[in-house]
Structures are given as structure tokens and as C-alpha cells.
């Protein structure tokens, strides 16, 4: 508990942390009461200073309640856009204030009375203006925190390419890791042009046990600060039409590669007192998928494993996170036999799980992940979730593997 309250309220200014317990009682007691079960007839609401009754109060509740919600989530995760949302709310409750004490009183009797009571208001929303860099994107300071050497697996495309140029970026070396030479080397070049950070690159096949072996002897004599498990593999398909070797492939890439390397770079990390891994999971961890069976399963295996070490390994100075993004625009769809759909671009979810090191055990990127995600673990019964979830993946299964 005490932990939990140290991660919900370290960093933020009081007054913030204050207004971040009002939104939060606001979101979870008072507007669903208000909502629920306050009578149509009582029920009040006012916006701008305009007061509404009855049905048109219970209407007028609802953006408030997502307002509320909405600014929980923009305190607690440091959104970026509360920089400048916050600061306009407040002023539109002062403008309420003033517009509804001038309307009640009249006259310029009342106008005066609504400048002096929405005069805090103001005051307040001045405040948070003023502190709006508390809400700017940070630089991450990846060497100040976890030292000089990251290693990123699956570098050579696509999300892994990604996050090792924005490591390279804030500064880090990188180790550069997976089967395709040529492009290793093209980025490895990129990265050193660009940032002036020294970059190995070590080609292995993480799918078998001596390149495992291999990647490890290849930075033994190097302290990797940050472990980033990206390489990864994706098989679209009926269980009973899928290859047995290939689904061998893909546990021991998604799965036991990313344990054997965390268990043998996380000691050292202790020994150290700091270091950070950040494992790419996916949003397809999080609930049963027929027709992608193995990869979800085995991308559950990779958040159970972060989120346990993120509780595990705090208490050495040790950062884990994990990384889960929903599609994203990779060649990882053609690998997997996917049908090709729409994804995220690779920026923003490389930024989310390095912004997310250090704050929370894991990040499920973009909304409709995080929904999908919700919905399907808290809300619906497990064979109705399943259901669901079969239904979507036919659409992205080509016919003759469904
Ligand atoms: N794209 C998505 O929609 C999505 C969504 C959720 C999660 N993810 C996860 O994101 C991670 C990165 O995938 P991506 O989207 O960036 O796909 P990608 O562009 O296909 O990249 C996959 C990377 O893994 C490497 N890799 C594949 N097999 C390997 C092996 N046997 N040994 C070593 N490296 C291997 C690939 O390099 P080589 O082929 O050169 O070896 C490549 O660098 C994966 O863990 C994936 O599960 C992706």
C-alpha cells in the first residue's frame, strides 16, 4: 500500500495531487450517484454558468463524468495534453461561477459578487498554466539512470529498430541484435552518424538455444544497463493447420529468449544497484485469441513475467516494464500470415515504453487496445470474451487457416 501510494502521488505538486483526489472521487462516488441515482426531478447541472434541470441535467452529467475520468488518468500518467486542458477547464468552472452568481444576483451588484467568488478559480487555473511544463514530454536520461550500454533484440525492423534509435538518441550505446546482418549494420551506421554513440552489432538466431548463448558471450565483457526483449514472432492460424517446428520457433523466441537473457543481465543490473528491461509484449496478451493462440499465449507469458519482476526487482533499483502495443505498421503481419489491417506508427509506441520505464509495470498503447484489453478481462464472461475474440481474428486470418 504504502508503495502504491509513493508511485500515485511522488513528483507532483501538492495541489495537483489534491485536485487529482477531487477528480477521482468525482469519477468513481459523486457523478455516478448523481447519475444513478439522484431523481430525474432533483437533478441539477450547470456548464458555463447556464443551469439545467432534470433530463437535461442527467445529459449535461455525462461529459463531466468523462471529463473527470479522463483527468484521473491525464494527472496519474502525466498526459501530455493536461497541460493544456487543465488550465481551460479550471477557467470555464471560474467563468461558470462568475456568469451563474451574476445571473442569480443581477445587476452589477451581482456582477461584482461573481468576480470576487470566481476570482480563486482564476487564480487557480492561472496556476496550473503556469505549471504546465509539468506535462511536457521529459527527456528520458536513459545513461543518467541505467548507464552507458543498452542491448535491443529484433533491431532490425520495425519496433526494435525504433526503440534503438531513440535510445541511441538520448544518448545510450546500443548493442544491436538479431539475423539480418545488412540491415543491423545499415542502422548500426545510421546511429553512429546521427548521435556519435558507439553501436555493436551481433547477429543470432534467438529461436535456438546457441544463439542465445551467442548473444550473451557477445556483450559479456560490456555493462548492458538496459535489456530491451523486442524480437518476436507472430503465427496467424487454426491450431491443427499450423507447423509444428514453426510454433517450437516461435515459444522459444517470444518466450524462453527474453527469460535466459533477463535472468543473465538482471544480476549483474543488481549487483550494480540500477538497470532497466523492457520487454515487448502485446496488446494480444491479454486475453484468450483463437486463430492466434500461441503467439497470445505466449505474449501473456512476457507481461506475467514483466509486471512479476517489475514487483520483484524495484526493490533492487531495477526498472521493468512492459510494452504492449496493439497493431502497429511493422513487417510483423506478413511474417505472422496475417491479413494485412491498419496499425499505429512505430514512434509513438517506441516512446510509450520508454517513457513508461521507471512508471509502470506495463503500457498497453493506444485506445482502442486498452479498451479491447478491458472490456474483454473485466467486463464480459470468459466464453462470451472468447467468442468475441474468434469472431475478430477471422477477419484477419486467411481462409485457408481458419
Ligand atoms: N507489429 C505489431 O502489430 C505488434 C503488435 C504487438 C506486439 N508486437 C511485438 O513487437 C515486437 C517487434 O515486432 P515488430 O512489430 O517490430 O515486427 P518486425 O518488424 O517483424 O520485427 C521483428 C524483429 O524480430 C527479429 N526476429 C525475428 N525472428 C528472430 C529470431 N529467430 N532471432 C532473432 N531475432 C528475430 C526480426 O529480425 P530478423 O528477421 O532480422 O531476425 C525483427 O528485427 C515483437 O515481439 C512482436 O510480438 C508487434
Given amino acids: 500500500m504504502r508503495e502504491w501510494l509513493y508511485d500515485v502521488f511522488r513528483e507532483r505538486p501538492w495541489w495537483m495531487s489534491a485536485s487529482l483526489i477531487f477528480c477521482a472521487w468525482m469519477a468513481i462516488f459523486y457523478v455516478p450517484w ?101 506535462f511536457a514530454p521529459r527527456p528520458l536520461g536513459l545513461v543518467r539512470r541505467y548507464g552507458e550500454w543498452a542491448l535491443v533484440t529484433g533491431a ?85 493447420l499450423q507447423d509444428g517446428e514453426r510454433l517450437r520457433r516461435l515459444l522459444t523466441l517470444n518466450c524462453e529468449a527474453p527469460l535466459v537473457l533477463t535472468h543473465a543481465l538482471v544480476k549483474p543490473m543488481c549487483e550494480r544497484g540500477r538497470g532497466a528491461v523492457l520487454f515487448t509484449g502485446s496488446a494480444s496478451g491479454y486475453q484468450p485469441l483463437p486463430l492466434r493462440a500461441a503467439y497470445a499465449a505466449s505474449k501473456a ?29 511493422t513487417e510483423f503481419q506478413a511474417m505472422a500470415g496475417e491479413i494485412p489491417h491498419p496499425g499505429d506508427a512505430v514512434e509513438g509506441v517506441a516512446r510509450a515504453g520508454l517513457e513508461a520505464l521507471g512508471q509502470q509495470p506495463s503500457v498497453l498503447v493506444g485506445w482502442w487496445s486498452w479498451l479491447r484489453a478491458n472490456v474483454a478481462t473485466r467486463l464480459l464472461t470468459r466464453p462470451i470474451a472468447i467468442h468475441a475474440a474468434h469472431h475478430m481474428m477471422e477477419a484477419q486470418t486467411p481462409e485457408d487457416m481458419r
Fill in 301 to 329: 507469458f512476457d507481461r506475467i513475467l514483466g509486471e512479476s519482476l517489475w514487483g520483484e526487482l524495484r526493490a533492487a533499483n531495477i526498472d521493468v516494464t512492459v510494452l504492449d502495443p496493439g497493431s502497429t505498421q
Fill in 156 to 240: 532490425s525492423s520495425g519496433i526494435g529498430a525504433e526503440l534503438a534509435r531513440q535510445i541511441a538518441a538520448d544518448g545510450m550505446n546500443v548493442v544491436l541484435s538479431a539475423r539480418r546482418s545488412d540491415r543491423l549494420a545499415r542502422l548500426a551506421s545510421e546511429l553512429e552518424k546521427a548521435h556519435g554513440i558507439a553501436t555493436r552489432v551481433v547477429v543470432a538466431d534467438l529461436a535456438e538455444r546457441e544463439g542465445q548463448a551467442a548473444l550473451l558471450d557477445a556483450v559479456a565483457d560490456l555493462e548492458i544497463g538496459l535489456l530491451v526483449n523486442n524480437a518476436g514472432l507472430g503465427y496467424q492460424g487454426r491450431f491443427d
Fill in 34 to 134: 448523481d447519475l444513478f441515482v439522484k431523481p430525474v426531478a432533483r437533478d441539477e447541472e450547470v456548464w458555463l454558468g447556464i443551469e439545467v434541470h432534470g433530463v437535461a441535467a442527467k445529459l449535461a452529467a455525462l461529459p463531466h463524468w468523462f471529463v473527470y475520468a479522463a483527468a484521473v488518468y491525464g494527472f496519474r500518467r502525466r498526459r501530455p495534453w493536461m497541460g493544456f486542458w487543465a488550465p481551460v477547464y479550471v477557467a470555464q468552472i471560474a467563468v461558470s461561477i462568475l456568469v451563474w452568481k451574476a445571473l442569480e444576483t443581477g445587476g452589477s451588484r451581482g456582477l461584482l459578487l461573481g468576480a470576487a467568488w470566481s476570482l480563486p478559480m482564476f487564480a487557480f487555473a492561472l496556476l496550473f498554466w503556469r505549471r504546465r511544463d509539468y
